[in-house]
């Protein structure tokens, strides 16, 4: 379980650790591999938050990205290579300020030097990435839902470890309430660069005009970045905002108030459940999350028929798989000895069109179909009188009937 020790603010003092911010230096605590770092101080400095912990002699603590801090001493080597940061051309007139602000202007998604900060930001094969969760969220991906939609690589966004900070994340589109005291997320590793796509130019402008009637969460920007007064996040979505298999070891974790991080479930991809991580101390953090007992120790997400699978080639059959990153692609099998490394993996998905729309078939009941626009805009919105059920995400229901070009699909993966 992943949550920092109680007397953590003198993580620091027993570690080493000094990171050197804002013209001052401080002990200082690794968040996700060096992506970010916790700073404490024993004064109140500017920009920290007072944040005691029982055996802490250092009351003040600040969040703070890899990106902010000019130097850190006492580091240990990383275990795996890390995610690139955003990177910005060197320019003798622009800055990081005049980035974060054109990062915010939708009719200066062609810049030069924002459409190359844009692609510094990669993914790659493991690469963890993150969806922030409301409490209804979570429980739908306890019961079964698959990573879809708006996304985000950790290495972007390890600093915001607050319900606060992580509200600029959310996609869901309900309101915060008053006192809103924990945040929850997905987190994966990825399978392939493939499976993603950036919400910019032409294939995805139809995002940036949907009135705010028709979407949920922030708008989108068409620059590839999150709308914020302040952050400077790349957004990332699923291809054609699909559902991804969810990879073994796939965590659920929740963000309290303190800003350590806990680890609630695990997922199990050859039981297909969540085994409950979180210890006795923090399973009040579940009470908000509706029709999820947090006694509960395995949740199995159940035999419902899923919109898209892994299959994969051993000894010339085919097999479903199941990605186990970093160590790759296997047989999905109940036993040790059958887990076999696959020689070839693809992701197996249902499109189709209905009313000239693509679509992706997410199921099928009593001769319907249910279907989630690929390419989602007014037109092709009010065409299938699709609802938006998450941000950029758009379904609807149509008679089997009147579907066109139904097709299973294989999209392969370089191994």
Not at 12 to 20: D, F, I, Q, S
């Amino acid at each position: 379980m992943s949550v920092t020790p109680q007397a953590s603010g003198d993580a620091g003092e027993r570690t080493g650790l000094r990171v050197a911010y804002g013209g001052g230096v401080y002990p200082a605590e690794e968040i996700a591999r060096g992506a970010a770092y916790e700073l404490f101080s024993a004064d109140e400095v500017a920009g920290f938050e007072w944040a005691p912990r029982t055996g802490s002699a250092l009351p003040w603590r600040r969040f703070v990205h890899v990106t902010e801090v000019t130097a850190v001493h006492g580091a240990a080597e990383p275990a795996e290579d890390p995610d690139t940061p955003v990177m910005m051309p060197a320019h003798r007139e622009r800055g990081w300020a005049q980035l974060h602000q054109l990062s915010q202007r939708p009719d200066a998604a062609g810049d030069p030097m924002l459409t190359a900060a844009r692609s510094s930001a990669v993914i790659r094969r493991g690469t963890r990435m993150v969806k922030v969760l409301s409490p209804r969220q979570l429980a739908g991906y306890v019961r079964g839902w698959l990573p879809h939609g708006f996304c985000y690589r950790e290495h972007d966004v390890a600093h915001l470890r607050t319900p606060a900070a992580t509200t600029l994340l959310r996609t869901d589109g309900e309101v915060s309430r008053d006192g809103l005291d924990v945040a929850y997320a997905l987190r994966w590793r990825a399978s392939d660069p493939g499976d993603y796509d950036v919400p910019v130019g032409e294939a995805h402008r139809g995002l940036s005009t949907l009135p705010p009637r028709d979407r949920l969460g922030a708008p989108v920007l068409g620059t590839g970045f999150v709308p914020s007064n302040s952050q400077l996040i790349p957004e990332f979505v699923t291809r054609d905002f699909a559902d991804l298999p969810m990879p073994a070891n796939a965590t659920l974790l929740a963000y309290p108030a303190e800003g350590v991080e806990v680890v609630l479930y695990s997922y199990q991809a050859e039981q297909r459940g969540w085994l409950r991580m979180v210890g006795p101390q923090w399973r009040h953090l579940l009470a908000a999350v509706p029709g999820l007992s947090p006694d509960q120790e395995y949740v199995p997400t159940g035999d419902a028929p899923r919109s898209t699978q892994l299959v994969g080639a051993y000894a010339g059959s085919e097999y479903e798989a199941v990605a186990d990153l970093p160590g790759g692609f296997r047989v999905l099998a109940m036993t040790r000895a059958a887990r076999y490394p696959v020689e070839t993996v693809a992701r197996r998905l249902r499109y189709a069109h209905w009313r000239g729309v693509p679509c992706l078939v997410l199921r099928e009941e009593a001769g319907w179909l249910r279907l989630r626009l690929c390419r989602p805009d007014p037109e092709t919105v009010a065409t299938t009188a699709a609802q938006c059920h998450d941000r950029g995400v758009y379904e609807t229901w149509a008679p089997g009937a009147e579907v066109t070009d139904d097709q299973v699909t294989d999209l392969p993966y370089t191994l």
